[in-house]
């Protein structure tokens, strides 16, 4: 009984698993050690043997060490027991002690328990020197990391003293914003400069199907502190009046074809002007649900449109065939689109020419026309 390290059965649970045992036999085999010890599995033995069985499905784990073994006795009697917050406390304190160099976390996640709980128990342990009070755990990927945050503090000063913190502070801060935004400035004007350079020429050829992000230029309240988050970090962007110059000349005209088109909320009469300037006319749209908000001046976004235009006889779905219109996946980083809206639209519009605009990363069974389709 080396490592019967939870509290026996109670008279109800053992006669369950009696029955159980007498009806079906051993459904989980005894584990045990590879010097003989059970490691899981002492009550199903002591049934067998008050039954007369001498034999029962057996599993031997090689090469663990005694703490290992008892970890694992502990993990494989946890999940199917009832335990009171007293035997949960008494499994903790037994886990800490074998392993305290693993994190409260991942000790929590081993035996089903709250880290919080774990951690408290820990704080006690290491109070009374029953375990190390250590400076790095290991986390459940096998990382180590600091075993405690480290706490923040700043004094209030009195009151006599605010005003003038108030405006070294208001200094600092603008000081500060100075500084990001010149190197804003800098990063926006080499992104440009590389995306002018290597901008593609025009089509050789018309398509029935477009895709299209356009790279939107947005209006902020503060030149200086609103575009930290802006489009200009991460590629070129255009104003309203270039994209539908740009995009008359390219895919305008009367041939037939649809026409999918990202837009925001705030950039919505944009996107349609765009698509009335090349032929287009509004059909449809689709939604697609970010999971987590945003920002924005009227309400906090958390979807962005996907505009459907369509110009001349171009088919419409078949009936049965249409997505739902809202899709709801998680966003990714800044202005990346779910592969699902492409992939809808190749299950729509399979084995026909199609051609994504401003495209960034090409994909396989479209061309591509964009800044960064040659990188």
């Known amino acids: 009984m080396k490592y019967q390290l939870l509290p026996p059965l109670s008279t109800e649970d053992y006669a369950a698993l009696e029955a159980s045992i007498v009806e079906h036999g051993v459904l989980v085999p005894i584990e045990y050690d590879d010097a003989g010890n059970i490691l899981d599995g002492h009550h199903r033995v002591q049934i067998c043997e008050s039954l007369?069985?001498?034999?029962?499905?057996?599993?031997?784990?090689?090469?663990?060490?005694?703490?290992?073994?008892?970890?694992?006795?502990?993990?494989?009697?946890?999940?199917?027991?009832?335990?009171?917050?007293?035997?949960?406390?008494?499994?903790?304190?037994?886990?800490?002690?074998?392993?305290?160099?693993?994190?409260?976390?991942?000790?929590?996640?081993?035996?089903?328990?709250?880290?919080?709980?774990?951690?408290?128990v820990r704080r006690r342990?290491?109070?009374?020197?029953?375990?190390?009070?250590?400076?790095?755990?290991?986390?459940?990927?096998?990382?180590?990391?600091p075993a405690r945050k480290p706490i923040k503090t700043a004094f209030l000063p009195d009151a006599g003293n605010r005003r003038e913190l108030m405006k070294v502070a208001k200094d600092l801060r603008a000081q500060d914003q100075q500084a990001k935004h010149s190197v804003r400035l800098a990063h926006m004007a080499m992104i440009a400069e590389k995306g002018a350079a290597t901008a593609p020429g025009k089509l050789d050829r018309a398509y029935p199907v477009y895709y299209a992000d356009p790279p939107w230029k947005f209006g902020v309240r503060s030149e200086v502190t609103g575009r930290e988050k802006s489009a200009e970090n991460h590629y070129p962007t255009m104003t309203t009046d270039?994209?539908?110059?740009?995009?008359?000349?390219?895919?305008?005209?009367?041939?037939?074809?649809?026409?999918?088109?990202?837009?925001?909320?705030?950039?919505?009469?944009?996107?349609?002007?765009?698509?009335?300037?090349?032929?287009?006319?509004?059909?449809?749209?689709?939604?697609?649900?970010?999971?987590?908000?945003?920002?924005?001046?009227?309400?906090?976004?958390?979807?962005?449109?996907?505009?459907?235009?369509?110009?001349?006889?171009?088919?419409?779905?078949?009936?049965?065939?249409?997505?739902?219109?809202v899709h709801r996946e998680r966003k990714g980083k800044h202005s990346a689109k779910p592969d699902f809206f492409a992939e809808t639209i190749e299950r729509l519009y399979p084995d026909?020419?199609?051609?994504?605009?401003?495209?960034?990363?090409?994909?396989?069974?479209?061309?591509?026309?964009?800044?960064?389709?040659a990188e």
Request: include cysteine; glycine fraction near 8%.
């Open 352 to 373: 026909i020419p199609r051609l994504e605009l401003f495209c960034r990363t090409p994909r396989p069974g479209w061309d591509a026309w964009g800044f960064e389709v």
């Open 125 to 145: 342990l290491e109070s009374t020197a029953e375990i190390p009070q250590l400076e790095e755990v290991e986390g459940r990927d096998g990382k180590s990391r």
């Open 52 to 120: 007369g069985l001498v034999d029962w499905p057996r599993l031997v784990r090689k090469g663990l060490s005694d703490p290992e073994k008892r970890t694992i006795a502990r993990e494989l009697n946890v999940s199917r027991r009832h335990l009171t917050s007293a035997q949960k406390r008494d499994l903790i304190e037994g886990q800490l002690r074998d392993t305290p160099s693993i994190s409260s976390r991942a000790i929590a996640a081993m035996l089903g328990v709250d880290d919080k709980t774990v951690a408290t």
């Open 242 to 325: 270039d994209i539908v110059a740009l995009l008359t000349d390219l895919i305008g005209g009367d041939i037939p074809a649809v026409f999918f088109c990202w837009a925001t909320n705030p950039m919505l009469p944009d996107a349609l002007r765009v698509m009335e300037a090349c032929g287009f006319t509004y059909v449809h749209h689709w939604i697609w649900d970010k999971e987590v908000a945003g920002s924005g001046y009227w309400g906090r976004d958390r979807h962005e449109l996907l505009l459907i235009g369509r110009r001349g006889d171009i088919a419409a779905p078949l009936p049965g065939s249409q997505p739902e219109t």
